[in-house]
């Protein structure tokens, strides 16, 4: 399963695996010890947490107790979304470490442009400021890249104009039917990686007709689709799964989707979910 080998790299030179493990609404504990353990068993390479999940130190005893090199596993953990202030953006770092029990991260995201009781609203001077803070956990080696997540093109000018680094990374919410034209264009332009989470779109795509109809004709699920399509975009899907059975199945993904079945699901625009 080459999409679990294969890397995209930042443009800071940094190799990041193509397909991640997502572990949102994976509580923690055992659920999520138990499901992080099993995927690095199965092969991935990279896992997607957040403070915002609670469940930062099961996944941090998962990659411990692994027995797998610390420098073969990629972990991305998020800055919460409420965090707009520089010493506040230090302090949640520090908490994170702690609870990962790790020396380092691979990515560090800000989870949002802004809180989530309060979408759409104008945090611009926030984000900077927390951004500061992100810029010299980059410098000081803890954080191998630095990112965002849930930008659009005017939070990203925003930031980027009043800031040094640019972010190595965007995780947007994006799966067919939902690909974010716009913000996909902008990071390609200034070579910000795309990451695409709810690449299933949650579980509301699986049973969608459109996409059941390619996925047959290829002989494969819906899901591997789905995850298919992010690729064939240069955008790095994160499936989450707590199923064994389906880790796998998610990340069997060797195969190619032809340039008219792709024409076909670009245009199930807004249809999907
Ligand atoms: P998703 O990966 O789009 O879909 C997950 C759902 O699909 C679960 O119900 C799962 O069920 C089911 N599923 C997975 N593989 C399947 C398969 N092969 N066949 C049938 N059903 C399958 O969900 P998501 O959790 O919304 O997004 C994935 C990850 O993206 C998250 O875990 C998180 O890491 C990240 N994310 C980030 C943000 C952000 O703001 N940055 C927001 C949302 C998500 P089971 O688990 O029961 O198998």
């Not at 509580?27 to 609670?54: N, Q």
């Not at 002989?219 to 799964?241: D, G, M």
Request: net charge negative; proline share 5%; hydrophobic share 40%.
């Amino acid at each position: 399963m080459t999409a679990l080998t294969d890397k995209f790299t930042l443009s800071n030179g940094v190799e990041i695996p193509k397909i991640g493990f997502g572990t949102w609404q994976i509580p923690d504990g055992a659920p999520a010890y138990e499901s992080v353990a099993e995927a690095l068993k199965i092969g991935y390479r990279h896992i997607d947490t957040a403070r915002a999940y609670g469940n930062e130190a099961s996944v941090g005893r998962a990659v411990r107790d692994s027995g797998i090199p610390r420098d073969d596993i990629f972990i991305t953990t998020k800055l919460p979304a409420e965090v707009k202030d520089y010493d506040e953006a230090k302090a949640s770092f520090e908490t994170t470490m702690s609870l990962l029990e790790l020396d380092r991260v691979d990515l560090y995201l800000i989870h949002a442009p802004w809180p989530w009781s309060d979408m759409g609203s104008d945090h611009r001077d926030g984000n900077v400021a927390a951004w500061k803070a992100m810029e010299e956990i980059y410098q000081a080696g803890r954080s191998r890249s630095i990112g965002v997540s849930n930008f659009d093109v005017a939070d990203l000018e925003s930031l980027i104009e009043s800031t040094d680094v640019v972010p190595h990374a965007n995780q947007i919410r994006w799966f067919i039917g939902n690909t974010q034209h716009d913000t996909t264009a902008y990071c390609k332009a200034n070579g910000i990686l795309v990451e695409g989470y709810s690449p299933l779109a949650t579980g509301a795509i699986l049973h969608n007709p459109d996409v059941t109809r390619i996925a047959d004709k290829y002989h494969r699920s819906v899901a591997q689709i789905c995850i298919r399509y992010l690729l064939e975009n240069n955008v790095l899907p994160l499936p989450k799964t707590t199923t064994p059975s389906r880790m796998a199945e998610n990340a069997d993904v060797d195969f190619e989707i032809s340039g008219d079945d792709l024409g076909t699901l670009d245009g199930l625009v807004d249809t999907v979910a």
